[in-house]
């Protein structure tokens, strides 16, 4: 689900999810999970983002920049600047790749 955050959560858990891997910055956009997009918009920390303008900033598959490995997964996204938030599911690295 594409969000733009408004304010950044003071809390790292909110309702039992954990916001730590995410890095967030207010005004920006974020492509992320549905259960964590539903808790941050309930508590007014997010508002919903038009899709079309998601198909502009499509994010390409990506490597871990620590360990190599191909498991990784885009936990969000910002437009500016343009950068794509990825976790390794290998060695649980998180790294921050230009879009």
Do not use: N
């Not at 891997?21 to 549905?34: D, V």
């Not at 808790?39 to 508002?47: D, F, K, Q, R």
Request: charged letters at 20%; a positive charge; glycine letters at 8%.
């Amino acid at each position: 689900m594409r969000v733009r955050i408004r304010r950044v959560p003071p809390s790292p858990v909110l309702e039992g999810v954990d916001l730590r891997p995410y890095s967030f910055r207010e005004g920006r956009l974020y492509e992320l999970e549905p259960p964590v997009a539903t808790v941050l918009l309930s508590w007014g920390y997010a508002e919903r983002h038009p899709r079309a303008e998601a198909a502009q900033l499509t994010i390409q598959p990506r490597t871990c920049s620590k360990c190599g490995s191909a498991q990784t997964t885009v936990m969000g996204q910002s437009e500016t600047p343009p950068l794509a938030h990825v976790h390794c599911g290998s060695c649980g690295y998180i790294s921050v790749h230009p879009l």
